[in-house]
């Protein structure tokens, strides 16, 4: 059996529904399981990470790839859930420091692995050449797209990053 060009147009609109379709499934069971979005799941994360469980908004925002303005709105909402604590820094009054609360420890222990995690962990495992050749596919494809501008983080997600906050 040939495989057409149709065929691998088919197989490879099909591969990108896949990919969207498990983004979406995945904000659906964070927002069931924490009532969060991934954007909003990656700063506590963040901040989980950190030993003081703080970082500065601006940090916040060089990490994830993104306007400080789109943090300041997850912020907010992360704050209004006590999830998070804004502090003026002792340093310099200048500055606010975000920090992690116990609650905000406890949703990122009961949340599902967040989708990138998955994907990170299967992507340190191909080989270097696999991994060239992958993200030079991804490339091409966001190029296909009319998509290689479109400012983006390193948070898998099926909708525009300012409507997750």
């Not at 065929?7 to 924490?34: G, Q, Y």
């Not at 990656?42 to 400080?68: C, E, F, H, N």
């Not at 797209?145 to 898998?156: G, M, N, R, T, Y």
Request: hydrophobic share 40%; charged share 25%.
């Amino acid at each position: 059996m040939t495989v057409t060009q149709s065929d691998r147009v088919d197989d490879c609109l099909i591969a990108l529904r896949r990919i969207i379709r498990a983004t979406t499934l995945f904000e659906r069971d964070l927002a069931v399981a924490s009532g969060i979005t991934p954007a909003q799941l990656r700063v506590l994360q963040i901040l989980y990470a950190q030993p003081d469980g703080s970082r500065t908004p601006k940090v916040l925002a060089t990490q994830m790839g993104v306007a400080q303005a789109t943090v300041t709105a997850i912020i907010d909402k992360l704050e209004a859930r006590d999830l998070i604590l804004r502090q003026r820094s002792e340093t310099d009054r200048r500055q606010t420091n975000v920090t992690i609360t116990d609650q905000g420890r406890e949703v990122v222990d009961d949340a599902p692995d967040a989708l990138q995690q998955r994907f990170v962990q299967a992507f340190g495992r191909m080989q270097n050449w696999e991994q060239a050749q992958l993200l030079a596919s991804l490339e091409r494809v966001a190029a296909m797209l009319d998509a290689k501008d479109i400012d983006a983080s390193p948070v898998l997600s099926s909708g525009d990053f300012h409507s997750l906050s």
